[in-house]
T-cell receptor, first 113, second 115 residues
Framework: GQQLNQSPQSMFIQEGEDVSMNCTSS?????WLWYKQDPGEGPVLLIA?????ELTSNGRLTAQFGITRKDSFLNISASIPSDVGIYFC?????????????FGKGTKLTVNP | DSGVTQTPKHLITATGQRVTLRCSPR?????VYWYQQSLDQGLQFLIQ???????AKGNILERFSAQQFPDLHSELNLSSLELGDSALYFC??????????????FGPGTRLTVL
């Protein structure tokens, strides 16, 4: 099946630093999504990307849909303590008559004040 | 708050037992999705229902089943529970059938512990 390789697995940064994480796959996706999950909560959608090459921003977050449709990255600028959490990429693809969503294993972000 | 509600928040049970997890989608959403999140497997798609009908199936075990009722709430039934079934179970909902532009909104999850 489709698999996503998300890296890095974890990051420890200082407040104010920029962060970059990415997801790659050998498969093509129709949509790339980035979610953030806080402890004990469900994933919350941050950014959705629908076209190859698309670059989208949401406040301090910027994400891009790779031109090959096989990868995506998420950047967070000027990190703050509340950015702490686990970030997941997800790719959507069509198989067996329906759209399916597959998730990366997540990037755990720790921000030191 | 995503608007998706799940009950119970925590569930502790023994091996061999059967449990039912409940999900109410956001108002107006017709699709409900179930996911399992474990430490080693990450988030895995289990099954999707759209307007009462099964729409897509993922890595769902035969011991697990789900249904969506006329009021659009959904239940996930887990039977003959094993230790490895301990995980967070998330429900998500979306407006449509799951098209590439159909955003899924996640509930807070049910943490299942099988002892």
């Amino acid at each position: 099946g489709q698999q996503l390789n998300q890296s890095p697995q974890s990051m420890f940064i200082q407040e104010g630093e920029d962060v970059s994480m990415n997801c790659t796959s050998s498969s093509i996706f129709n949509t790339w999504l980035w979610y953030k999950q806080d402890p004990g909560e469900g994933p919350v959608l941050l950014i959705a990307l629908y076209k190859a090459g698309e670059l989208t921003s949401n406040g301090r977050l910027t994400a891009q849909f790779g031109i090959t449709r096989k990868d995506s990255f998420l950047n967070i600028s000027a990190s703050i303590p509340s950015d702490v959490g686990i970030y997941f990429c997800a790719g959507q693809y069509f198989r067996g008559g329906s759209e399916k969503l597959v998730f990366g294993k997540g990037t755990k972000l720790t921000v030191n004040p | 708050d995503s608007g998706v509600t799940q009950t119970p928040k925590h569930l502790i049970t023994a091996t061999g037992q059967r449990v039912t997890l409940r999900c109410s989608p956001r108002s107006g959403d017709l699709s409900v999705y179930w996911y399992q999140q474990s430490l080693d497997q990450g988030l895995q798609f289990l099954i999707q229902y759209y307007n009462g009908e099964e729409r897509a199936k993922g890595n769902i075990l035969e011991r697990f089943s789900a249904q969506q009722f006329p009021d659009l709430h959904s239940e996930l039934n887990l039977s003959s529970l094993e230790l490895g079934d301990s995980a967070l179970y998330f429900c998500a909902s979306s407006v449509g059938q799951g098209a590439s532009t159909d955003t899924q909104y996640f509930g807070p999850g049910t943490r299942l512990t099988v002892l």
